[in-house]
Each structure stands twice: as C-alpha cells, then as structure tokens.
C-alpha cells in the first residue's frame, strides 16, 4: 500500500470528501488487481467518494446505492457527474447481483440512523471481496449517535476489527486480515509527513504517555487530525477547502 498524489481530487462545496480519506482510500483500493478494483458505495448524494475513486484508480468500477428519497434534482446532476465513467446506480443492496464480482472497497454513508447503519454493515460482507475493506462514514461524530451505536453493534456481533480510524472514517477488515492490514497502513503511514497519526506508549522513544487503543484486543491506528499540506509536499501539495457541513444540503 503506497499513499500517492492523485490525479482527481476534491474540491468545491459538492465534494464532501477529506482530502486525507481520499488518498488513503485510493491507496487501499490499488492494492488489488486492477480486475478486481470494485467499489460498493451505499449513499452517493453529489457522488465525491466515487467520483475520487473512478477518477483515480486505474480499471476501477463502482456501483451506487441511494433510493435518492424526494431528490430526483441532485440524482439527476451525480448521473451527470458520473458520465462517461464505469458506474451503475441501484435502489438497495437487494438489486446487487450476488453471482457478479465482489467488491474490495465498500463505503457505508446512507442512511445516519443505528438500525441502516447495523444493516448497510452486514449487507457490506456478503459483497466483501476476500480480504476487502469496509469504510464506516461518521462512525463517531457527534450529531450522528445513532451511526456510532449501529457501527459498535456491528463490530461486537462480527468478526470484523477497524485497523485505522480517523475523524471521519473507520477502515474495517475482517478480524484474519487485521494484521496485515495495519502492517500495510503502518507502512504507508510511516512513508510520508503530511498526515498525522499517533504512535502510541511502548512504540517508540518519543511517543506521548497515551495507550495503545485496542478493539476486541486488537491494536487500531489512529489519524485524527487534519494532513499540514505544504507547498512542498509532493503527495497533496494544495488542501483544498471544504464546504461546511450544512444538513440542508441534502434538500432538493
Ligand atoms: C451523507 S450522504 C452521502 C455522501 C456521499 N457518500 C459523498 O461522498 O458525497 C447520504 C446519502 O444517503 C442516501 N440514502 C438515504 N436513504 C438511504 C438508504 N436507505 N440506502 C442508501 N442510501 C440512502 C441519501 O440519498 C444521501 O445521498
């Protein structure tokens, strides 16, 4: 897994995506095959996180799930967004055809309530390419209680681990494959300087007196804050501003 400077990135108040969530979403998903560059996206709105796939990763497809409930306008202007682009919009996971392809890269952002969450989670594993990684949107902000409860309940009940958690996103794999996935974030991670993550007591000389957070007994990396974009880094050499996130937004 190498973090890399896109091509694509987002910006403009469409994007609802963290720089920072792109390059390390881009990263895992080129760790496969290129035949095998699936994204499974439940809830697309203006489409940014597919959109920074599609645009990035070489032979990737993705498909949407969003009913798109009373939004017929903004449909209409992410299918334009999506144009010319290997991308296919369903209703629900119950229109995915089982027998095709599954995906390596799943992206939970729909529905913000505890049970769509719990469930989105779970439809999420039946279409997980072996060794693929579930992305959790939201999982602990604080105006969404519900997503952060459905997330926990899934965990608890699965056997399935974050390996990195950010402020935003939880990146979460199957309990098998969590250490070869922290090894390849850890790497990633160690090999640039504009994404902040902590090291923990016991890693390291130099390391803050803050314990090791561990979920179900399994170690889990932590980038909080914000990339210190820079003129002179190569990987994201411009942060682009982000639109506030404005609830309204979601209105027709
Ligand atoms: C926070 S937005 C998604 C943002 C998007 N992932 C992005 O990168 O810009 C939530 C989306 O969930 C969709 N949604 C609502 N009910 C849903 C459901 N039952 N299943 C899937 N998506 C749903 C909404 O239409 C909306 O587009």
Redesign the pocket.
């Known amino acids: 897994m190498k973090l890399r400077k896109l091509n694509h990135l987002p910006s403009g108040r469409d994007e609802?995506?963290i720089p920072k969530e792109a390059l390390i979403s881009v990263a895992i998903l080129e760790t496969f095959n290129p035949e095998s560059r699936l994204l499974i996206?439940?809830?697309?709105?203006?489409?940014?996180?597919t959109l920074n796939i599609l645009k990035n990763v070489l032979g990737s497809t993705a498909i949407g799930?969003?009913?798109?409930?009373n939004?017929s306008k903004l449909k209409a202007r992410m299918l334009a967004r999506m144009s010319g682009l290997k991308f296919d919009l369903l209703d629900?996971w119950n229109e995915l055809n089982l027998s095709k392809q599954k995906a390596s890269l799943i992206?939970i952002?729909?529905?913000h309530t505890e049970d769509?969450v719990y469930n989105d989670l779970v439809k999420a594993t039946i279409h997980l390419h072996e060794g693929g990684v579930i992305v959790c949107?939201d999982y602990c902000q604080s105006i969404f209680p519900g997503v952060a409860i459905g997330y926990s309940k899934f965990i608890l009940n699965f056997e399935y681990i974050p390996f990195l958690c950010t402020g935003s996103k939880a990146y979460i794999c199957e309990t098998r494959y969590h250490q070869s996935w922290l090894t390849r974030c850890t790497e990633a991670l160690s090999m640039q300087s504009i994404i902040p993550w902590a090291r923990h007591l016991g890693e390291g000389e130099d390391t803050p007196y803050v314990s090791m957070p561990l979920i179900k007994g399994y170690p889990t990396l932590l980038s909080w804050d914000y990339a210190r974009a820079s003129s002179t880094s190569d990987l994201l050499p411009v942060w682009p501003e982000q639109p506030p996130t404005n609830l309204i937004q979601?209105k027709d």
Do not use: K, Q, T
């Open positions: 609802w995506l996206e439940c809830g697309v709105l203006n489409g940014a996180y799930i969003d009913p798109f409930p939004m629900s992206h952002d729909g529905l769509a949107d979601l």
